[in-house]
């Protein structure tokens, strides 16, 4: 039986009474588990189309802010429902398919680009109690499933069969993979002193007054800016956005897509750029721990901050060069995020912090 | 093992969500193609040639740096979460084997792999 179900008032009524009707028909357990956990999913699913399209309006509003505009006006107050209407003409816009392109690539691509963002919500801890499976690889699974962002970044370069689209494609491949490296990394270091890749260990490893890894000097702050930079990388934003980069490559890997493909692509962008900031809400700031407010808040509070923090450092950086880059990730943060897991090796094995 | 259905789930899930929105889409949108509209977006010149040509090989370099190194993680993973009851034989195996590989870093930079030229 699923144990920790979703806590958060109504909910949890609304699943413990599905749960019951289920046991209360006679179903076998293996189809209880699969209604369950659909239903489950289906939850995430929402939640997260909700998230997406706050995250868009949020970020055009930040960007106008910043840029001393207004930004969306018009529907709604301070043209709050603005991504909604976006949403809904996306909808109704015609598929323009390439001629040349290559039809099953083509297809699927945005299709493996949102399950890879989507599927890591799996053991993502948004409260005490409130995760959907609590997988004993936690973090290590979210990692593996998140990089497969890659493959379908590459299946839309190759299969639109544009020049641009296939630039973009390979940039993104070749930049996430390199900076897949130092995020592991700097993600081990913590690991290394929880004894644990389950996102709820590391969350209650991190209870009580100063606990958060970030406080615990002098690997905690390293790994926290480090894993923040490469984060920023694998979520493709600028001073990182090489692959999409406007002025050269129009839009990157996505040029010859329109309608509701497009949209996929757009969605599982944001959804990834929130995975990141949780992961970093989650290994560094403490997760769901916190004062007072239910454990809900403190997660979402966290893992918005962090998400203001790369849209701040968006709108204010100008992209780097792709040599520049490169050398980067693999001539300071690589080196860095080494040496930092053995300074973190080295200090608890000498009871520091225990 | 009932936690990792869960995996299984969110994935047929998600690809399905994803495919009722194309077929929603389907409905709802127009459908009027024609040869002009479906030539392949080249800033309105007529492309030349196929795009799926032979690619410059740095790509293929920086990928198997990334295969050597993504590797030596997976090893790291059971070292760091058995490092509590392991001690300081395991710290100084890993030292000398993330020093080894770190070489073979500071051999390709040397080489001037590591260069985006």
Redesign the interface.
């Known amino acids: 039986m699923i144990s920790p179900v979703f806590a958060v008032g109504e909910l949890d009524g609304l699943f413990r009474w599905l749960n019951e009707l289920l046991v209360s028909i006679g179903l076998p357990q293996p189809w209880q588990d699969v209604i369950m956990y659909a239903a489950l999913s289906a939850t995430v699913f929402g939640l997260l189309a909700l998230i997406a399209l706050f995250l868009v309006w949020w970020e055009r509003k930040i960007a106008a802010h910043i840029q001393q505009r207004f930004g969306p006006m018009r529907v709604g107050w301070h043209g709050w429902y603005q991504t909604v209407m976006d949403a809904l003409k996306l909808l109704q816009k015609e598929d323009i398919r390439v001629a040349t392109r290559d039809k099953v690539v083509f297809f699927w691509a945005p299709v493996i680009c949102f399950v890879a963002a989507f599927s890591a919500y799996v053991c993502m801890p948004f409260g005490r109690g409130l995760i959907v499976a609590d997988l004993n690889i936690g973090i290590l699974y979210i990692m593996a499933v998140t990089t497969f962002t890659v493959i379908s970044l590459l299946m839309a370069g190759w299969g639109s069969n544009n020049k641009y689209a296939l630039l973009g494609g390979m940039r993104s491949a070749a930049q996430v993979i390199s900076y897949e490296v130092p995020m592991v990394v700097s993600l081990l270091a913590v690991i290394l002193y929880v004894g644990s890749l389950s996102m709820v260990d590391i969350v209650e490893s991190q209870s009580g007054w100063f606990n958060w890894f970030i406080f615990r000097v002098p690997f905690g702050p390293i790994a926290f800016v480090t894993y923040t930079v490469a984060a920023i990388a694998e979520a493709n934003r600028t001073p990182f956005d090489i692959p999409e980069a406007e002025q050269e490559l129009v839009a990157g890997y996505n040029v010859e897509y329109s309608g509701m493909k497009f949209a996929m692509f757009f969605l599982a962008e944001f959804i990834n750029m929130f995975t990141v900031s949780a992961i970093a809400a989650t290994v560094f700031l403490g997760g769901w721990n916190g004062p007072w407010l239910p454990s809900w808040v403190w997660f979402m509070g966290k893992t918005l901050s962090m998400v203001f923090l790369l849209m701040l450092v968006r709108w204010t950086y100008p992209r780097l060069r792709v040599d520049q880059l490169m050398e980067f990730a693999w001539k300071f943060l690589v080196p860095v995020t080494f040496a930092n897991l053995i300074l973190a090796g080295i200090l608890k094995y000498l009871g520091y912090w225990e | 093992m ?6 299984l ?3 047929f ?3 399905g ?3 009722f ?2 077929f ?3 409905i ?6 024609y ?1 002009e ?7 309105a010149e007529l ?1 030349i040639g ?3 040509i032979k ?1 410059h090989n740095r ?1 293929y370099i ?2 198997l ?2 295969v050597i ?2 590797v030596e ?1 997976v090893f ?2 059971p070292w ?5 009851q392991l ?2 034989y395991a ?1 100084v195996e ?2 000398i084997f ?1 020093f080894i590989l ?1 070489f073979g ?1 500071l051999y390709a ?1 040397k080489k001037g792999v ?4």
Do not use: Q
């Open positions: 009932s936690e990792y259905l869960a995996v789930i969110f994935i899930v998600g690809a969500m994803v495919l929105t194309f929603l889409a389907r709802l949108r127009p459908h009027n193609p040869p509209k479906n030539v392949n977006y080249e800033c492309p196929s795009s799926w690619f790509y920086f990928a740096i990334f190194f993504d993680a790291l993973f760091a979460v058995a490092f509590g001690g300081l710290l890993m030292v993330i770190l870093l930079w590591l260069k985006w030229a």
